[in-house]
């Protein structure tokens, strides 16, 4: 049924739909809205039977899913950023313990300097975590990931993280595809545990392995992750045979075959980047666009196989590896190990940064006549960082930078002085 | 299983059991098919506490649930000597995830239970001293606060013995660890403000708050019984002694428990909803001479010459105890014993 | 539910089980029965801790049975023993001993008024004994013979059986009927007794009677006497003929003021007597303190209570008519006493010197081997003479005298005649090593004072022959009982199955105590430290 609605809002409905037994909820922005929903939609009594808890911490979020699934429940959360970060152990033991939780992570950026707008630098903190993750590029997708999402966790008992950018996606308000309950029902079992903590059935669960078996619990949790691989485009293509859409998948290729210069990214910026290429399409340029649905696991294959016959590859990414430049990129360039192209790491849209039409434009012009830095940072300031690079080496103490850079920028000068 | 009501001569309500007393009076840990949720083959110190502990709160919690339990374990000793694969000691559905949240993971167990409608199937968290009170602290403080179905048993031995020997929150004042060394004017641990975890949960007002001791069986079956009666959030607090850890011989571990509760500087009492409702008389009240003195941890306080001024403030702490949990009644056989102690610290 | 249970992270239950962590033991926990100090001081050799143990689960009966393994007569003894194993007992050391006689009297009157009799499995051996005295060595002997399967016969010079039992020992003390419901109950074996048949001499006595051994048990009946310049119309009697005539019908004539000589239990006891028949003064003369006095303690408080008086450090210089003169004593260093010439009149219409017996040896005359010295007959530790085949016990052999030691030489010299009779040596069973306070670990024990016997009212005992001392009540008895510490025995109170942390004790049920698992047993010796009675022994392992 389509219905004009806010992406958090939506996100809520769908996970109602799966029958989560567990909520655990810890505010934080961009996630709010989305476990405000689902707090109602169970104390309304509509989403039953479910235990909504509202847990003093994310640490406690995660851990309280852990518990919840390892007893048997289907156990959903949800957060962003620090909150990620605050609960980053959790995050990793549900993955060692193979427990099929799906959080859904409102990207946000990481302080400091304290940041509530969009960026990846939340999710990409996370990537060798062990979880699954999906990066939807729009509200329908990320509704939509949600279902699958369920769906694979529980099949390959592994955690499932669904990456939404916060505020772009979550507090957008658009027409959406909401399903019936009869659908998800069809497509999504009910769970049935690989391992559960039950009194006529006892077991130890989460044992210490020492150096004698624990690099082969590890390697089984790669093989997972590789059998992942498989069963997304495969629940992606039954997905879309219930459910009438395209949605999920490994990568989202677009207007690629012939394409000389192909960006890639994840997330919400795929629809801009698609609408300029397609204005470039215009004017003749051969550029075309691959998005990448599942971070991990990788898809190395298919990455190499839309990218190997392009003479350049452009990342767009959300995130910074400080110090090296691109964490998208970096997985990229395996994908591309033994192909010569030219390829290019740009930072783009950290803490909330508008990502202008205007901006990619040019940069794909620059990146079509391989003008481009290996690695770019879209629309930075450069006057500003100059400046405090000077004074830092005119000064070696020369305060706090973040401080420094506003004031020299002009936006809160008055008020921090 | 609860402490006798008829005083019972020969052994009174001391001794594990009794052939004696009619088998519903004896206690869990003498009956022979008791459930041994901690089972032989764990590799537990010689003379461990907590490993004893562990399998008196547990058995007692699995004859109170009928053998429907479910337990939550934090890091810890406890969680390290009884599962190192490929063998597990549980013969109780058990799960570790980590060491700050275990109060949280029991609470995800119990929202599951009664989503699933098993409300006969019961869940307990368990943790060590450095997992209660230092790391896990904020989730046991949520658990509390939402009364969540469980009872969290926390087995102190008063320092991060897994890791050798490490100061915790629980580690009395003056105690040597591997973190407070035997230097300076105040050798070993300094004499903080202490926190009382059984006080703070109190505070939280959960439907029952217990402390025990490895040397009183039967009582510590009767509090996690009673425990057990309840719904929402319970917590008890039991001391372990850790041989290891406090320089005593493995054969020690029950007496210096003994001596703990004896010397006022344990003090073994229950409450519920926030006020206290009973609590565990000294039988004869000891110097915390006695119980400072067998272990290494304290040696300093005895070597090379007493320490008199700090084995007096120790002293204060017990006679505080005693006067604040009036733990003792004064009886004809040993009038006085009290005020000896007192004049000792002048407090 | 078919789980594919992740690897090495989950874990099936029992799978510790191959962890033998016994491996790590550097000492192994062993149970051990330790040699209880009441059993040690029992000089009837009764295994009280063991009697006890039925008595605090209610079985009198079987308590009374293995009480009786040793001593035939609980009843008698629980009356008039002087409980060595009371001052023995380490529960002294916590609050109050066990009062153990108090329990072994409820058991002995348990018995009578149930009727419990004596079995008599063993078969016939076809051997004859002769002992010789119905008192209380020889009933014990004879008893103890006949349950080996022995023709048993008891020739007793005097007109009843019981011997000092009945001759010596007040009614107030031990009521008759008690006494011979014990004697009835152990001729009740098919104990042939023969009343007033003296032997005059032992060896044709049992050349007559075919006997195959004998043992003597005649006793000290013989009255000591000492020299005191007497007036004509003064009369001095001995205790032991004044004790005897209390059986017959016509009680002594004492008169209203009675002095009696001497410092034991004999001077107590016909001073209480004397009390009793009417006297009113009964005045005790000794020659040194109460401290040194040999009598037992509880019995100079209970005659003190019923108003005998006690005349410390005075000797009987001369009995005259009406009046005795005693001269005053003073200790010496050593602490003998010393005339000082200091003389004092006692109004007396009568004396009585119980100043110790003598054994009437007579009937050992022309025994080849046979050996006597200091007025009684030597014997070998096998309780045998130097005549083989002929035994002997009681007060006529060196030993302390008194009815417990009387009955634990019938039961010693019983177990040497059979062995001898069979041609074999008896070997007694080494004993265990003694189970003292130290090792006891006393926490576990609750405190709670001694159940004292209800004493009769003063009055009434000053002018009856009641019994003075009360029995305990069923409820009372085994609130006794069950004070026993069990000191270094096994009492199934589950310590060690409880505090073993590594769950390496197996429980074997009812009776049958426990077992250690040393798969698992890591050493760490809690069970020991905690085990309440001393009963578990750490031993070194070998390397």
């Known amino acids: 049924m389509l219905r004009q609605m806010e992406g958090s809002r939506a996100v809520a409905e769908a996970v109602a739909l799966c029958r989560p037994e567990a909520i655990c909820a810890y505010p934080i922005s961009p996630q709010t809205h989305i476990v405000e929903a689902l707090g109602e939609l169970v104390k309304a009594g509509s989403l039953s039977p479910c235990e909504f808890i509202n847990v003093e911490s994310e640490f406690a979020a995660m851990s309280v899913a852990i518990g919840a699934s390892a007893a048997g429940a289907r156990a959903y959360t949800a957060t962003a950023s620090q909150g990620l970060l605050y ?104 769970y049935e545990p690989r391992q559960v903590l039950d009194p006529s059935e006892p077991v130890s669960i989460g044992a210490m392995v020492g150096p004698e078996a624990f690099a082969e619990v590890r390697y089984l949790a790669h093989a997972k992750q590789l059998q992942a691989l498989e069963r997304i485009p495969a629940l992606a293509a039954e997905f879309k045979r219930a459910f009438g859409r395209d949605s999920g998948g490994l990568v989202h290729p677009y207007r690629i075959a012939d394409a000389g210069t192909v960006v890639v990214a994840l997330g919400s910026v795929l629809g801009t980047i698609k609408d300029t290429v397609d204005e470039l399409r215009a004017d003749g340029h051969r550029i075309g666009v691959l998005g990448i649905t599942s971070f991990r696991p990788f898809p190395l294959a298919e990455v190499r196989g ?36 030219h390829g290019y790491t740009v930072i783009a849209g950290l803490g909330g940064r508008a990502i202008t039409r205007k901006s990619l434009a040019k940069l794909m012009l620059d990146a079509e006549r391989d003008a481009l830095d290996p690695v770019t940072f879209l629309d930075l300031d450069w006057d500003a960082v100059n400046r405090a690079l000077q004074r830092e080496r005119e000064t070696r103490r020369s305060g706090p930078l973040a401080e420094a850079l506003l004031r020299d920028i002009g936006m809160v000068g008055g008020r921090i002085a | 299983m609860s402490t ?344 | 539910m078919s789980m594919h249970k992740p690897f090495a992270i989950t874990l099936d239950v029992g799978s510790s089980l191959a962890n033998h962590t016994g491996s790590w033991r550097t000492s192994r926990p062993v149970y051990v029965d330790r040699l209880p100090p009441c059993n040690a001081a029992c000089p009837a050799g009764e295994d009280i801790q063991g009697w006890l143990y039925h008595a605090e689960s209610g079985d009198y009966e079987a308590a009374w049975r293995v009480l009786v393994r040793d001593n035939p007569m609980p009843a008698v003894m629980g009356r008039v023993c002087y409980h060595s194993c ?118 044709d006595s049992m050349r007559a009677g075919r006997f195959d051994a004998a043992f003597l048990a005649v006793g000290a009946h013989l009255a000591k006497r000492t020299y005191i310049p007497a007036g004509t119309a003064a009369k001095v009697l001995d205790a032991v003929s004044v004790l005897r005539s209390m059986e017959g019908a016509e009680p002594p004539l004492l008169g209203r003021r009675v002095v009696v000589y001497g410092g034991g239990n004999t001077a107590l006891d016909v001073a209480r007597t004397a009390k009793r028949l009417g006297a009113e003064e009964a005045i005790i003369v000794y020659r040194r303190t109460r401290a ?55 109004a007396a219409d009568s004396l009585v010197l119980a100043l110790g017996q003598e054994v009437d040896l007579s009937l050992l005359e022309a025994v080849p081997g046979l050996a006597v010295e200091d007025g009684v007959v030597r014997v070998d530790t096998g309780m045998m003479t130097g005549h083989a085949g002929i035994f002997a016990g009681g007060d006529m052999v060196p030993a302390e005298r008194n009815v417990t030691v009387a009955i634990g ?65 069923e409820s009372n008895a085994m609130f006794e009982a069950r004070r026993c510490l069990s000191c270094g025995n096994c009492f199934e109170c589950d310590n060690c199955y409880g505090v073993c942390p590594d769950n390496a004790v197996v429980k074997l049920g009812p009776g049958l105590r426990f077992r250690f698992d040393y798969d698992y047993c890591k050493g760490c010796g809690l069970c020991a430290a905690e085990c309440p009675c001393g009963a578990i022994e750490m031993v070194p392992e070998a390397i």
């Open chain 1, 87 to 190: 609960m980053v152990e959790a995050v990793y033991n549900a993955a060692g313990l193979g427990l099929p939780i799906v959080m859904t992570v409102a990207n946000r950026a990481i302080g400091a300097p304290i940041n509530i707008w969009n960026d990846h630098s939340d999710a990409m903190s996370q990537r060798d975590c062990g979880w699954i993750m999906l990066f939807a590029e729009t509200n329908q997708e990320a509704l939509d990931l949600h279902i699958q999402a369920f769906r694979l966790g529980e099949e390959l008992s592994l955690p499932v993280m669904v990456c939404m950018d916060g505020f772009i996606l979550t507090h957008a308000y658009e027409r959406l595809d909401m399903p019936t309950q009869a659908q998800v029902d069809a497509f999504l079992p009910a």
């Open chain 3, 86 to 203: 009371e001052p023995a007992c380490n529960r002294g050391q916590l609050d109050q001993a066990v009062s153990i006689h108090a329990v072994e009297r409820f058991l002995g009157d348990e018995a009578r008024s149930h009727g419990w009799r004596f079995r008599r499995d063993a078969p016939r051996s076809g051997k004859r004994v002769l002992v010789v005295g119905a008192g209380p060595s020889g009933l014990a002997a004879a008893y103890h013979l006949a349950l080996f399967g022995h023709e048993v016969e008891i020739h007793e010079a005097g007109p009843m059986a019981g011997g000092m039992l009945r001759f010596g020992i007040p009614k107030y003390r031990l009521p008759r009927d008690v006494l011979d419901a014990e004697i009835a109950r152990i001729l009740d074996l098919g104990i042939a007794l023969r009343l007033d048949t003296k032997v005059h001499r032992i060896l």
């Open chain 1, 306 to 341: 839309y990218l190997e016959r392009a003479q350049r590859v452009v990342v767009i990414e959300k995130s910074l590896a400080v110090g090296i430049g691109g964490i998208v990129s970096t997985n990229v360039r395996v994908a591309l190990s033994g192909v010569h192209l």
């Open chain 2, 4 to 347: 006798q009501p008829i005083k019972f001569y020969q052994t009174d309500t001391f001794t594990v059991g009794n052939r004696l007393l009619a088998p519903h009076e004896r206690s869990v840990q003498a009956d022979p098919r008791r459930a041994n949720a901690l089972n032989c083959g764990h590799r537990a110190c010689q003379g461990c506490g907590e490993a004893l502990g562990a399998r008196y709160a547990i058995d007692a919690a699995m004859r109170a649930s009928g053998g429907r339990l479910i337990a939550a374990n934090a890091t810890g000793c406890l969680e390290v000597f009884s599962t190192p694969y490929p063998e597990t000691s549980w013969q109780i559905p058990w799960i570790h995830s980590l060491f700050g949240n275990v109060a949280a993971v029991a609470t995800g167990i119990a929202a599951a239970l009664k989503v699933k409608g098993q409300g006969d199937v019961r869940v307990v968290a368990q943790g060590g001293d450095g997992g209660t009170t230092d790391i896990g602290f904020g989730c046991l403080s949520g658990m509390f606060e939402r009364n969540d179905d469980v009872l969290y048993i926390c087995y102190d031995n008063e320092a991060y013995m897994n890791t050798g020997v490490q100061r915790s929150s629980a580690t009395p004042p003056a105690a040597r660890t591997a973190t407070t060394a035997v230097h300076g004017p105040e050798p070993g641990n300094v004499f903080g403000q202490g926190k009382n975890l059984p006080w703070i949960a109190m505070a939280h007002g959960i439907p029952y708050v217990a402390t025990a001791t490895v040397a009183d069986l039967r009582d510590l079956e009767a509090k996690v019984q009673r425990a057990m009666a309840f719904r929402g959030a319970r917590y008890v607090h039991i001391l372990v002694p850790c041989p290891l850890g406090w320089g005593t011989a493995p054969d020690e571990t029950i007496r210096i428990a003994r001596l703990a509760k004896e010397t006022g500087l344990f003090p073994v009492y229950e409450a519920e909803y926030g006020e206290i409702t009973r609590t565990l008389k000294l039988r004869k009240p000891l110097p915390v001479e006695d119980y400072l003195r067998p272990q290494k941890r304290f040696a300093h306080l005895f070597m090379p010459e007493p320490r008199r001024e700090v084995i007096t403030r120790i002293q204060r702490l017990a006679n505080r105890n005693i006067r604040r949990f009036g733990l003792y009644e004064e009886r004809p056989w040993d009038a006085g014993a009290l005020d000896a102690l007192r004049s000792g610290s002048d407090a």
């Open chain 3, 292 to 346: 040194r006095m040999p009598a037992h303690e509880f019995e100079v408080e209970e005659a003190l209570q019923e108003g005998i008086l006690i005349k410390w450090l005075a000797t009987i210089r001369e009995a005259g008519d009406g009046a005795i003169t005693v001269e005053r004593m003073v200790l010496d260093q050593h602490g003998f006493p010393q005339p000082t010439g200091e003389l004092d009149t006692i």
């Open chain 3, 409 to 473: 030489h019938g039961k010693k010299a019983a177990r040497h005649i059979d062995a001898w009779l069979r041609g074999t040596t008896y070997q007694p069973r080494e004993k265990h090593q003694r189970a003292d306070f130290a090792r006891l670990n006393p926490w576990y024990y609750a405190d709670a004072p001694q159940t004292v016997q209800p004493a009769l009212d003063i009055l009434r005992r000053q002018s009856t022959f009641d019994e003075v001392q009360g029995g305990l009540d």
